[in-house]
């Protein structure tokens, strides 16, 4: 089956920095990578859209520049953290699909921010 | 909200038995997806069934659909204790977006 990586696994950084989360697909172009956020106990939800080459599109209510996405290639997308705050710590999971539509999962990254 | 509602949010039971969760929906759909989640892990998938679809087995997994009552089931037969995850319904609409529901939580006690 395809295969979806992201790097960090973890990372804990300082109130006010920014964080850099890789999402990559290693055995097939993804053309759209997804972004979801999941707080403990709860669901997945949505942030971003993102097709390669193009700019994201962001969910109602996620702020597109805190939250930067860049997808320059077909198998690497990137979500910055920007000036990041407690209340953004969370676990961050990317998806990505083919041109078969079927999303793969990543297996997420948890952020905690001090 | 399209978001699927999930039924039960925590589900208790011993190996052997049969869990069964529930997913409500609003909107029309292409088809809804079962994902499973161990904790603190990415998500795993587990079965697709598609609108014109009614009913889809994969191993102990049974799912079932309704579009008149924008609703579907997911049953595990003969649980395991390694079967203890959370488990979330997903539906795509359309443009390639899922939508998760809430989760059903599941214990399988040994």
């Known amino acids: 089956g395809a295969v979806v990586s992201q790097h960090p696994s973890w990372v804990i950084c300082k109130s006010g920095t920014s964080v850099k989360i890789e999402c990559r697909s290693l055995d097939f172009q993804a053309t759209t990578m997804f972004w979801y956020r999941q707080f403990p106990k709860q669901s997945l939800m949505l942030m971003a859209t993102s097709n390669e080459g193009s700019k994201a599109t962001y969910e109602q209510g996620v702020e597109k520049d805190k939250f930067l996405i860049n997808h320059a290639s077909l198998t690497l997308s990137t979500l910055t953290v920007t000036s990041a705050h407690p209340e953004d710590s969370s676990f961050y999971i990317c998806?990505?699909?083919?041109?078969?539509?079927?999303?793969?999962f990543g297996p997420g990254t948890r952020l905690t921010v001090t | 909200s399209q978001q699927g509602e999930e039924d039960p949010q925590a589900l208790s039971i011993q190996e052997g038995e049969n869990a069964t969760m529930n997913c409500s929906y609003k909107t029309s759909i292409n088809n809804l997806q079962w994902y499973r989640q161990n904790s603190g892990r990415g998500l795993v998938h587990l079965i697709l069934?598609?609108?014109?679809?009614r009913e889809k087995h994969s191993g102990r997994l049974r799912v079932t659909l309704d579009t008149s009552k924008k609703s579907s089931s997911l049953l595990i037969t003969a649980s395991r204790a390694a079967d203890t995850a959370s488990y979330f319904c997903?539906?795509?609409?359309?443009?390639?977006?899922?939508?998760f529901g809430g989760g059903t939580r599941v214990l399988v006690k040994p």
């Open positions: 997903a539906i795509e609409a359309a443009g390639n977006k899922l939508t």
């Open positions: 069934i598609r609108s014109n679809e």
């Open positions: 998806s990505a699909s083919g041109l078969g539509y079927e999303q793969y």
